[in-house]
């Protein structure tokens, strides 16, 4: 059998070193390193040239695409995080208006109100059930005219709260018995003065007079 040359051998070596050649080409490869020291020098540094580069490449793409997904979880904890704190934010916002926004006038029940005169000052109290969240008072020539309301906050939280606490009537001071002589309660429209002004009769006819000065007055 003819002997293979160095050339030829040379243009194996590729194929060879990638193991992309035939058992047979293998073999003849490989007797041909064995006896041919300037071939087998070129293989071995082939081989240092074509394997340890593809590892090489291979633990920088690993590297780069760790880097990546470690960026990736960074920044998907980051957005996380914010809807997390901005979900929580609208939430407390939206339950603080659905507690707090909503009000209602507290109708007026004989037993829940008084009417009482301290130190020369006409005062009402209220006893009922459930807080009041604001008051509205309106100041005619001599007559005064208020109403109470109350939200969920006050009317359903306030009371669970204030749980086994000595409850303090509500207390609202109008004026000196001498500038008052009568005092209603109902809902009114509301606005500054000096749209109410004048209509006294019209909102006595829409509350419930609650007090009188003659009831306390000789």
Not at 148 to 174: D, M
Request: charged share 25%.
């Amino acid at each position: 059998m003819n002997k293979i040359n160095c050339n030829v051998i040379g243009d194996l070596l590729p194929l060879y070193v990638d193991g992309a050649v035939s058992e047979d080409t293998k073999k003849l490869v490989e007797e041909h390193l064995a006896e041919c020291a300037e071939c087998k020098k070129a293989a071995e540094d082939m081989e240092k040239e074509l394997v340890l580069p593809v590892h090489e490449t291979v633990a920088a793409a690993e590297s780069s695409f760790l880097q990546k997904m470690k960026k990736t979880w960074a920044k998907r904890k980051i957005r996380t995080a914010v809807i997390s704190v901005v979900g929580t934010a609208v939430v407390i916002l939206g339950s603080y208006m659905a507690l707090t926004f909503p009000q209602w006038i507290i109708p007026y029940e004989s037993e829940d109100f008084s009417v009482a005169v301290e130190d020369g000052l006409v005062c009402v109290y209220y006893t009922g059930e459930g807080g009041i969240n604001c008051s509205y008072g309106y100041d005619g020539e001599d007559e005064f005219f208020l109403y109470f309301t109350r939200n969920p906050w006050s009317a359903y939280v306030e009371p669970l709260l204030e749980r086994g606490e000595q409850k303090e009537p509500y207390r609202y001071q109008i004026d000196s018995v001498e500038r008052i002589s009568k005092v209603y309660y109902g809902e009114f429209s509301k606005g500054i003065d000096v749209l109410l002004y004048g209509k006294e009769a019209e909102m006595a006819a829409q509350t419930e007079l609650i007090w009188t000065r003659d009831e306390v007055m000789p």
